[in-house]
């Protein structure tokens, strides 16, 4: 089962809004077959494994690290492709939380004369694909907010520079995470100070390409911005209010970008709450935010955060003009301090990766 969660993560964002699921296929104390999820739309793990054992499936054990499917999609049930291999036995992390599948998968190969063992390693197979069980339980994505900041908490300096301020290694995982998730959203702010381009890249190498987001009330992004002069063959998606002027509105769609009028929050921003429910409408179930001290506070008030990525660089800024990792007005008093838990420091060359949560779903 260990060696099927390894396959599962190596899955890219091109498989949301399905989960990520890796299978083996052991018999006589080898693996004879095994695969992984790599495409909405494409062979499924259990499939890829099947393939690869041939007729060696049959009396064999398969582990996979979701309960195979038992409906018709994208594809044929993967139950039946179980059933006509031959395979014996069936070792489950967890169950599917989709209804169309929960429980009829595990009964289905049961009725089969299969049997079947579930809960190995679930724990971490539920963490592997938190996201997908959020998406499929709320219809909302799951919010990844992510960070580079020095030693005191600071992502730019007073005069707006910011690049770069984490080292190669945390630069090329942050690369890595993008791959892994559906969307990125960013700030209007965050455009304009660093015209960010919001893709994934491996070495040289592009890989999957997931959606980018600006959050721009008033149609305020620069015609000659990276993100715009980009989207022949990204997705790009600007949010604004109707506040927003309409000739502006025109020409942001002229470069092939789509722009989404939202409701408008007190403040008159984009209502955050409203583009959650957009994003999850349109199949974004795993969203990473890249933003600026405004937004990122705005997200965490809102109590949209799951998940926190923050990258400590061993460096101080200092001042009180520089720019927080989290802005906004903060919190009056501390007992109303937000308070992150699991959390798990690791090295990350010269830098230190910190991950947390915010949702005890």
Not at 30 to 50: S, T, Y
Not at 269 to 283: E, I, S
Not at 328 to 352: C, H, N, Q, S, T
Request: proline share 5%; hydrophobic share 40%; with cysteine.
């Amino acid at each position: 089962m260990q060696r099927a969660l390894r396959l599962a993560v190596k899955a890219t964002g091109a498989v949301h809004p399905n989960p990520f699921v890796g299978a083996v296929i052991v018999k006589h104390g080898k693996i004879v077959g095994e695969g992984f999820h790599a495409q909405f739309g494409g062979p499924h793990a259990e499939i890829l494994a099947l393939d690869q054992a041939g007729k060696s499936a049959r009396k064999a054990t398969l582990y996979v690290t979701l309960e195979p499917c038992n409906h018709h999609g994208k594809t044929p049930p993967c139950t039946e492709a179980i059933i006509r291999h031959g395979v014996s036995r069936v070792v489950i992390a967890g169950k599917d939380p989709n209804p169309l599948v929960s429980g009829k998968g595990i009964d289905k190969l049961k009725e089969h004369g299969i049997q079947v063992t579930t809960g190995v390693l679930a724990s971490q197979a539920e963490q592997i694909n938190a996201p997908f069980f959020k998406f499929i339980q709320t219809g909302l994505p799951y919010v990844t907010l992510k960070s580079g900041m020095t030693l005191d908490g600071k992502i730019a300096t007073a005069s707006g520079d910011s690049q770069w301020i984490t080292h190669d290694q945390a630069r090329k995982d942050v690369h890595l995470l993008r791959s892994k998730v559906s969307a990125i959203l960013t700030g209007i702010d965050t455009i304009i100070a660093d015209d960010p381009l919001l893709t994934a890249r491996k070495g040289e190498k592009t890989v999957f390409e997931p959606v980018r987001i600006v959050v721009d009330s008033l149609a305020r992004i620069p015609l000659k911005s990276r993100i715009l002069n980009s989207c022949d063959n990204r997705k790009t998606w600007i949010m604004v209010t109707d506040r927003a002027p309409k000739s502006s509105i025109r020409t942001i769609e002229k470069t092939g970008a789509l722009v989404k009028v939202l409701p408008s929050s007190e403040e008159g921003k984009v209502d955050l709450h409203a583009l959650m429910r957009f994003l999850g409408q349109k199949g974004i179930s795993h969203l990473l935010v890249e933003a600026g001290s405004s937004l990122n506070f705005a997200m965490l008030k809102a109590q949209l955060v799951d998940k926190l990525i923050l990258y400590i660089s061993p460096k101080i800024i200092g001042g009180k003009d520089s720019y927080p990792v989290f802005g906004g007005a903060g919190v009056d008093k501390l007992a109303g301090a937000i308070e992150p838990f699991g959390m798990k420091i690791r090295r990350m060359g010269a830098d230190f990766k910190v991950e947390a949560y915010l949702n005890k779903r």
